[in-house]
């Protein structure tokens, strides 16, 4: 019986294989494979296949999170202030942007969870210049709408961005699971 990281490497051997073959049959075999496996893990640990099924959003969106994995964020994300934690909840976050007539879920662009955390780190790391830039010294002091529009908009300018220089899934590598260090 092989070793796991025997295992681990025979696999990105022939993930490799498969990735660079121009043989629709290779990615076929790998593709039957994969849904196999996946609905076994799905039967047994339905917490890792939704983690895993989160990554293959990538396929259709640009900018993707689930909601474990956006309240996962929140925990680890201080604040300028230094509180701990995203300033709005989702359930305030998205009506604050429904009644601003914003746009909660654009494809390919973002999901509703990648734009409420990226919203939610736009106040965390800004919240003082967007307050500043609006003539008030204390983000607390900005009434929550014009914040809220302020930050969507940032964080529908950052999701958006031609260039793709952000990426949610990137920015946020570690910060996403429970078990993984801040």
């Keep these: 019986m092989m070793k796991a990281d025997e295992m681990i490497q025979r696999y990105e051997e022939l993930y490799h294989k498969m990735v660079s073959s121009k043989d629709p049959a290779n990615m076929k075999?790998?593709?039957?494979?994969?849904?196999?496996?996946?609905?076994?893990?799905?039967?047994?640990?339905?917490?890792?296949?939704?983690?895993?099924l989160s990554h293959l959003e990538e396929v259709c969106w640009k900018n993707y999170l689930s909601d474990k994995e956006a309240v996962n964020i929140s925990n680890r994300t201080v604040n300028q202030d230094g509180t701990?934690?995203?300033?709005?909840?989702?359930?305030?976050?998205?009506?604050?942007?429904?009644?601003?007539?914003?746009?909660?879920?654009?494809?390919?662009?973002?999901n509703s969870y990648a734009l409420y955390?990226?919203?939610n780190v736009c106040y965390s790391d800004h919240g003082l210049s967007i307050a500043m830039d609006m003539g008030y010294d204390d983000p607390r002091k900005v009434p929550n709408e014009k914040m809220a529009l302020s930050c969507y908009r940032k964080a529908v300018e950052k999701l958006k961005d031609i260039d793709m220089?952000?990426?949610?899934?990137?920015?946020?590598?570690g910060k996403m699971y429970s078990n993984s260090p801040m």
Excluded at 166 to 173: C, G, L
């Design 29 to 52: 075999i790998f593709g039957e494979s994969e849904m196999w496996v996946f609905k076994e893990v799905a039967k047994v640990h339905p917490d890792l296949a939704e983690s895993w």
């Design 84 to 110: 701990k934690g995203f300033h709005w909840t989702y359930e305030v976050f998205t009506k604050a942007v429904q009644s601003l007539n914003g746009v909660i879920e654009e494809k390919p662009y973002y």
């Design 117 to 119: 955390v990226t919203a």
């Design 165 to 173: 220089g952000f990426n949610v899934r990137k920015y946020f590598k």
